[in-house]
């Protein structure tokens, strides 16, 4: 699998793949990762990228030309490249998501800077668009990155133990139940007395008590999602 990232600052992105868990899966060669500068294609004779926005507003837009022509040379290359978009105003991103497109051929995330992309962009090459969430950013950078890391974590070999996954919150509607961690006794506070006895039964009966609790608590949304489709 392949990720291209299309961003003006791709040294904000580059340092997350040189350590852990995405750099040995890159190591095995289980998905690489590519860059791809706008600026590079502007025909800007300062290889400017972004003006003013038309009709008024605050700061500045990015503009058609350069991400158009950088696109177009990336999809001449890879018709099967599967463009998203990374703005607030989209869906958000889904554990769902990540999941489907960890069986893509490759993805490409499109980054916006200052006020954001010139929209006629988004429309003649997203694939899709999503938020990571509805707050902010500077730019679309930490997003993409965001989607990357939580879509290469559901590629085959990526992580040592497939269990991890099935496992984890997000999977079914109820959040992950807590992790313990060795000592079993740590400034007087102990792991749960039944993690302890290896009843395999009780323990796995105490985790899901213990995950309905954590998603009562954090996302009571999702507890009722979950006792609907228990029905
Ligand atoms: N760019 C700026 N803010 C963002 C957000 N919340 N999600 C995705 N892209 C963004």
New binding site residues.
Partial sequence: MQFTFVTLFSNLVEGYFQDSILKRAIDKNLFSVHYLDPRKFSLNKHFKVDDTAVGGGAGMVMNPQPLFDALDSLKSKNKNAHIIF???V?KQ?KQNDAKRLAKKEHVVFV??RYE?IDERVIEEFADEV???????????E???L?LCDAISRNIEGVLGNSDSLSIESFETELLEAPSFSKPKLYKENSVPKEYLKGNHSKIRTLKIALSKCKTKFFRPEQLLKHKITKR
């Fill in positions: 990374l703005t607030p989209a991103f980054s916006g954001g999503f938020s990571i969430g509805d707050y902010v950013l500077t730019g679309g930490l997003a993409s965001v």
